[in-house]
């Protein structure tokens, strides 16, 4: 179904980052994926071109793009199955909160270098032992003069090694009652004495995101890189950015539906078993228009709430409802396409073994499908 969000403008920027893709990502993604890293100069390059948080404002770097522009990037990128290279979780979820809750001093300081790229950022919310809930964090930043000494340590962070800032969640009050108003978020650059990037984890999927562990060792950053200047207010600062998190997640996966589908169907075409191409089989057909026609409602529901979020509508209930049954849809339609690909679908050679590689984690970062239906159950009175 033609879709009706997107203006001429946004189709040229398309085309664009597209090209950009074509010439700066796709021919390195099997040396980055060996690499377990994409190469620091295509971020500079993205920078240059003005794919870097499009949407910051003039004042600080940017263009003042909307954020249709994000949704171009992410669908283009879920195109040519490209997850080492994230812009989306530098552009839409880690700078968002810098832009949001940073004091003017902040904003000045960093916007300009996250739309330049020449900084590349990360954000550390889960540890060893809190991931889904936050407020086991064990992470502390003790006042200290003029500044903050933070202790603790961060696993399972995208951007871990490439980063050169990350937005940590520290404990300012361990002793807070609830815990969750001794929460705060702090800016820390990499270079500061005492945040070290440790390793770089082996994953099933993702092979050319550097997903790493942090730790901070008696890190001592000045009051200034407090998020916001104002302690306690790290949780509830996450909570309001979760919304744009949760559905650029689901941006991305019903854009990777499209993709996988798109050459699932041309394979069935072309590839004959018992006489015919696969495609004339019942099964195949019927399989195919089912998961079609999932991509088709999904893409309605995401497309709506895209619409929503823009208008700043409270859609957290219904992006966490996105955010679960499209990375669930997408997992199954991943692994039923990759049937269709017979012995094929199993050899690296084909992009599906890599979707079926990747897919997975989907259903677990950016909050799991069970803590989604947590959050949906509370918010209808359940
Ligand atoms: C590749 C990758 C990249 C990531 N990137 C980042 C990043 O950049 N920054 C960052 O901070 N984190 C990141 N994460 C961490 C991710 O957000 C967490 O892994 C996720 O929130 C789950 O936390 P956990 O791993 O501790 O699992 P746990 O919280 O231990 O959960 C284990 C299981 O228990 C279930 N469970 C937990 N609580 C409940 C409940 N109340 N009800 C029902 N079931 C429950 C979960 O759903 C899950 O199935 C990343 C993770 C991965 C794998």
Known sequence: MKRELFSEEHEIFRDAFRRFLEQAVVPRQEEWAKAGIVSRDVWNKAGEQGFLCPWVSEEYGGSGADFLYSVVELEELSRINENGFVPPLHSDIVVPYIEAFGTEEQKRRWLPGCVNGDIVTAVAMTEPNAGSDLQALKTTASKDGGSYVINGQKTFITNGIINDLVIVAAMTDPKAQPRYTGMSLFCVEYGTPGYQKVRNLEKIGWHSQDTAELFFEDCRV???????????????????????????????????????????????????????????????????????????????????????????????????????????????????????????????EYPIAKAYQDVRVMTIFAGTTEIMKEIIGRRLGM
């Open 222 to 348: 000045p009051k200034e890189n407090l998020l916001g200047g104002q302690e306690g207010q790290g949780f509830v600062q996450m909570m309001i950015k979760l919304q744009q998190e949760r559905l650029v997640c689901s941006i991305g996966a019903v854009a990777s539906m499209w993709a996988v589908l798109e050459w699932t169907k041309k394979y069935c075409e072309e590839r004959s078993a018992f006489g015919r191409p696969i495609i004339k089989f019942q099964n195949t057909r019927f399989k195919l228009v089912e998961m079609y026609t999932m991509a088709e409602v999904l893409q309605t529901f995401v497309d709506r709430l895209i619409t929503e979020h823009m208008k700043g509508t409270d859609v957290v209930t219904e992006t966490s409802m996105a955010k679960w049954v499209v990375t669930e849809e997408l997992k199954k339609t991943v692994d039923q396409c990759l049937q269709f690909f017979g012995g094929y679908g199993y050899m690296m």
